[in-house]
């Protein structure tokens, strides 16, 4: 079926390109609002672990502010942010491991990761 084409920023647009856009925009809208929620469940999981150390163990929010920093600095800059760390070595043969594989290709050893690491 034609469809007459549409003038968007001086340049000729066909009606069928501008639908496509609106509804990958709705998604990514959609997908925006899941991300939120579960920035903001995460958000309350933390608050109430928080909650538990305090009461439980003692813990104040100096204490938290300390820890908090000093994950921060690992990077060497205090600025909000965890960097990835650079790849690192395998322990028996020495080579470049990759940051997605539980065995060193090389040599077959068994890497550990820690389990805050990020990709």
Not at 4 to 17: A, E, F, N, S, W
Not at 92 to 115: A, E, F, L
């Amino acid at each position: 079926m034609f469809q007459y084409p549409t003038m968007m920023d001086g340049d000729l647009v066909d009606r069928g390109d501008i639908d496509g856009v609106m509804q990958h925009t709705d998604s990514i809208d959609s997908r925006l609002r899941e991300v939120d929620f579960q920035i903001e469940r995460l958000l309350m999981v933390s608050e109430a672990l928080w909650d538990i150390l305090k009461e439980d163990h003692g813990y104040d929010d100096t204490e938290l502010m300390r820890r908090v920093a000093s994950i921060d600095m690992k990077d060497g800059k205090l600025d909000g942010r965890v960097h990835n760390e650079a790849p690192q070595n395998c322990p028996k043969c020495d080579r470049v491991m990759g940051r997605h594989r539980s065995n060193c290709i090389y040599c077959g050893s068994v890497i550990t990761r820690t389990p805050f690491e990020r990709d």
